[in-house]
């Protein structure tokens, strides 16, 4: 026993010695000189004072030995995929460099885009997307008015948020507005920052960004029908900006916005409802062809929200057995969708309206597929894809359990009939950047036919 505590006493002398030893050696070192000066005691919240200090005064010059360990094991970890043992580590770090930017957005990033890819539902997506918003917060906390982090966090509102429905819904809740204008307001931060820090060029860059978070916050305005306000925002734009081009093509879409206002008004069952949606189609068709420059996806969804007026009212008119318009109404779709289709082969989204092309010509096959079937005798899809045609009983009113059967014929063209509508349901069903169209109403055509 005696000697075993001996070597315990002079394992531990020897500890401190050599942590001494290195402790004299490392502070002599530039690198270990910055990274001891940033230790923000006098900025910490209180309830994070004493871990942080405990920490830096127990591990003294191991301190930066133990910060590359974390870093070359997190490297690891990341080959490996093993994100929530990432963002365990990067906190343990965090702790012990909390000045170290790097450590907040890095961890942020991965909370927010890597891990939460992982997951399924919206809902746990979400989960991680907020808690990577959060820790990026929390970072702004120890490390007040950097514009490094104020930055990233007005990329994520800017582009990962609107990547998912749910994410802007909850935004929009948590916010009172949607993930652009909050976008905004942290860039406005960040081009303040870089003013105070005498840095013009950085300044510039993110305020083209702040422009781009603006110019979608008024078509997200637009959805609302706000339009008032979205042509406000369009005008303080461009009154702002001093690119001559940018101002041109920014005039030229105030005035769609407006007739896209009036145009709004019309409903569905009016025989006005076709030529006023078909022209503004046409005045925004126009814009995505002169102005290649645009910032073209909220364009897009915003020609997307009136294609899905369109598809509405096929749906509409199929419900009232008015067939042959239905298959007319989905032709002058496609011949408006070609009209505005981009000309030039470079285009970036000429390959989304040829797209947009084939997803009307199959729509026109189901509605003319359905339309021969009513005038072959079709009246009850569910009983035609059993082989039975329905028996009424006058006293009861109800179907005998046994009706007559169908021919085989028919049997089979109905059942081909609903392949083809899951088929186009599943393909068309989740591509789309606005709202997932009609996809509601074209399913709701679905069950009413099938189940």
Excluded at 179 to 196: D, F, H, M, N, P
Excluded at 240 to 251: A, C, F, N, P, T
Excluded at 430 to 451: N, Q, T, V
Aim: overall charge neutral; hydrophobic content about 35%; some cysteine.
């Amino acid at each position: 026993m005696k000697k075993k505590y001996i070597v315990l006493v002079v394992v531990v002398i020897a500890f401190v010695a050599l942590q001494l030893f290195l402790k004299s050696y490392i502070s002599e070192q530039k690198e270990y000189r910055e990274i001891m000066v940033s230790n923000p005691f006098n900025t910490l919240p209180p309830t994070e004072y004493l871990g942080t200090y405990v920490a830096t005064v127990a591990l003294g010059g191991f301190k930066p030995l133990l910060v590359d360990y974390l870093w070359m094991k997190q490297d690891k970890l990341q080959e490996d995929k093993q994100f929530e043992e990432i963002v365990l580590l990067l906190n343990i770090i965090a702790r012990l460099q909390p000045r170290f930017t790097d450590v907040w957005s890095f961890n942020a990033y991965h909370m927010i885009y890597n891990i939460s890819a992982q997951e399924g539902a919206p809902q746990q997506k979400w989960h991680w997307v907020r808690n990577g918003i959060d820790y990026i917060k929390e970072g702004m906390r120890h490390n007040p008015d950097n514009i490094m982090l104020t930055q990233w966090l007005a990329l994520f509102y800017y582009h990962r948020v609107p990547q998912e429905p749910y994410f802007m819904q909850q935004v929009e809740q948590a916010e009172g507005t949607d993930s652009y204008e909050v976008a905004s307001r942290w860039y406005q931060k960040t081009i303040e920052l870089c003013r105070k820090e005498n840095l013009p060029g950085y300044a510039e860059i993110y305020t083209t960004m702040y422009n781009a978070c603006r110019f979608r916050h008024s078509f997200e305005l637009m959805k609302k029908s706000r339009f008032d306000e979205a042509i406000t925002e369009l005008e303080t734009l461009a009154g702002s900006h001093r690119d001559i081009m940018e101002i041109e093509r920014l005039k030229d879409l105030i005035e769609v916005v407006r007739y896209d206002k009036e145009m709004s008004q019309v409903r569905l069952e009016s025989p006005d409802f076709v030529s006023a949606d078909g022209s503004l189609v046409e005045k925004y068709g126009e814009i995505i062809n002169k102005h290649i420059g645009y910032d073209f996806m909220p364009i897009n969804a915003r020609v997307e929200l009136i294609f899905s007026r369109f598809i509405r009212r096929v749906y509409l008119l199929t419900d009232q057995g008015n067939y042959k318009a239905a298959s007319e109404q989905i032709r002058r779709l496609r011949i408006l969708n070609d009209k505005i289709s981009p000309k030039l082969d470079s285009h970036p989204f000429r390959w989304y309206y040829r797209t947009l092309s084939e997803r009307f010509g199959q729509l026109q096959d189901l509605v003319d597929a359905e339309c021969y079937l009513r005038a072959q005798g079709v009246s009850d899809f569910k009983a035609d894809q059993r082989g039975l045609e329905p028996v009424w009983d006058p006293a009861s009113g109800e179907a005998h359990p046994e009706g007559r059967r169908i021919s085989e014929l028919r049997r089979d063209r109905v059942s081909e009939l609903k392949l083809l509508y899951e088929e186009y349901i599943r393909k068309y069903g989740s591509r789309w950047l606005d709202a997932k169209w009609s996809l509601a109403e074209e399913k709701g055509r679905f069950d009413r036919l099938y189940k």
